[in-house]
């Protein structure tokens, strides 16, 4: 007899309740699914109540959204408490207008200052959000920037080193003299593009590593991340407005002046902000303001003067030994895991804990089984706990990898062969007490949490296991957390405001690849994922609609069914053609050979905080139905590597899978897109990621000011 669809139903109602429930209190109730797998700003809450913010930023914006975007997602991963957030709208059209509305209605420290009428121009601009903040270092940072861990917190121990300093600019790869690792290529300002494996993360971490914190002094400081200390302003004023209203010189006037004040302009060199260079004109747009302006500004200050200074400038290259070491540093990924290592008789030596292990493993440990393998085969001695009861189960899902293991028979054991380790890492909320105890006995390990889903939406509200998991996210002071989603990072935000970093997901293109694949058959082959133990991934509802497809296109199609046992499918359904056609419980390899020999992955769940599976089919040329509602925005195009669906209606699931179904044309072109889009998440790009966030983490200010205080200890 056919199972119930209540286990179904309650699992369905209970997402979309907490579901909902989140978005009204993390103030995203108006973001549509796309949206909310897009990157995201959620800010953590201001500390001290109403005291005075120590920084401000400074963003100036006209359109251009999705730089936008980035640049204050990457603000809110990185703020310190002490800061406000002021973005300045000139004059931009919808959608951006009304993207900075929802923003600033979901946060406190953010505030829009609107600019619709004329005159706009950046320098307006900049000149109203330096009045309305309150900081006592005021940061004009481009919207076509992302920054790096720890950024603000160095650019004020660069303040603080020296009371003359009253300017402050970090190095980037796009910025004139304060660019690495070439300043110039082929007589033109260089942009130094980042290699497609490094992560923008991971060059702000090898900046940290590598700078030697000279603070060279330099008569002008790039605009692109301009901090100005407060009392420079109240010194020598604002910008001039006047003569360079659209941008251009502004920031290098406002250099001269603070320099006549008695002030000095440096660069941070252990901070690193990535700039993609504007967007807002052409190059040759960008080349006739600033030569308009720069002969206005030298009409200003007088030619010798300038002259001067730019000789100054030019004559002692302020950064051209740490972009020496960088060329070397990011030649290639061994060169940077070794530049990132924190001093060679401490190198990075993380351990990944796993709690458990189900039969043939999981989308969550193989997420780990390769990215540490990525991690250990750049020559990173990471490791993965298990508890030695699994064992026979990592022998038999892992024989590959059966190097990166480590079990242990109890807590004290685990402590033990954590003795060389300087970061352990929870992979499920059941594994954040151990690496909370772990880290009160080790004051010096990074303790971090790789969060693989949301792990509250299993459970029902109240129940021991959701409060259990809704502790996990804040159980542990300073812990770092990240995920392979935007989706995923945003909820974990939304609910406990807190930051969480971004890594990249992994796809094994030795397992999971497209050759040899089987186009010629005849027979459309659609294939699915059930699992009868997990409602949330809609087994029922899935086998009912392979089952609908299968009594409509008839001899057309061939349906295949993986993931549990025959006797567990049988409590589904007892369709005879259902059962025939179940593959049981795959390795990697046969999931592989699987998805090759198909047309159509089907993935009906709730959500998905990621759709490994599904990242996985188009690897292997085959088309994934994935669901709306969750994380598979990170790679899924609607229509065009994919097709998207709206898995709480079963009759819409149906609708657009023997849509998709009916389309050879359209299933050959998207899936050359599948394999084109899957072609970027590899393992070593992964497992780069995740070493940039951990290298961070331990280079962080805070983190080493509280080492530094165990050793006094």
Sequence with gaps: MPASEEPEAIARVAFLSRFEELRRTGGLEDLDDREMGSPWPVFAKARGGSKRPRISVIVCVHDALEDLRRCLVSVARHLTPDAEVIVVDDGSAEPTAGFLTRVEASTSRLRVVRNQDEPHGYTIAANLGLRAAHGEYVVLLNSDTEVTSGWLERIVACGESDPAIGIIGPVSNAATHQSVPSVRTGGEWATNPLPHWLPVDG???????????????????????????????????????????????????????????GFQGVIADDVFVFHAKSRSYTPEGRKRLAKRNYASFVEKHGKETIAALVGELEGQPPVAALGERL??????????????????????????????????????????????????????????????????????????????????????ALAELMADANAVVATHFRSVSLVKRLAELRRDLVPAYYVQDYEPFFAPPGSDSADQALATYTAIPGQLLFAKTHWLCTVVSAAHGVPVAKVSPSIDHEIYHAKGRGDGSSV???????RPRTPRRQPLTTVRTLERLRRTLGADVETVTFGCEPHELAQLTDDQATMDGHAGVLTRVDVAELLRSADIF??????????????????????????????????????????????DDEAVCFADALRIARDDAARRAMSAAGRETAGRYTVERAALSELSVLAAARLHPARKRSRKLVRRG
């Design 203 to 261: 060059m702000g971490a090898v900046v940290a590593a590598l700078a030697t914190r000279e603070r060279p002094r330099v008569p002008f400081v790039n605009g692109f991340c301009y901090v100005v200390r407060r009392r420079v302003l109240e010194s020598v004023g604002y910008l001039d407005e006047e003569r360079f209203a659209s941008g251009y010189c502004e920031e290098n006037d406002l250099s001269v002046r603070a320099r006549s004040a």
């Design 602 to 647: 089907l993935d009906l769940s709730i959500y998905q905080a990621f759709g490994r599976t599904a990242l996985e089919a188009m690897a292997c040329g085959c088309v994934p139905v994935v669901p709306s509602a969750g994380g598979a925005w990170e790679y899924a195009q609607p229509g065009v590597n994919a097709i998207v669906t709206r898995t």
């Design 524 to 530: 459309l082959r659609i294939v699915a994922m059930v």
């Design 327 to 412: 060329a070397s540093a990011i030649a290639d990924p061994r060169a940077f895991v070794d530049a990132i290592q924190e001093g060679k008789s401490d190198p990075l030596r993380p351990v990944f804990i796993l709690p458990g292990l189900a039969r043939r493993g999981s989308g969550g440990s193989h997420s780990v089984v390769q990215e540490v393998g990525g991690m250990r085969d750049l020559g990173v001695a990471a490791r993965i706990a298990v508890p030695a009861t699994v064992m026979a189960r990592v022998e038999d899902a892992y024989p590959d990898r059966l190097d990166a293991f480590v079990p242990y028979d109890d807590e004290a």
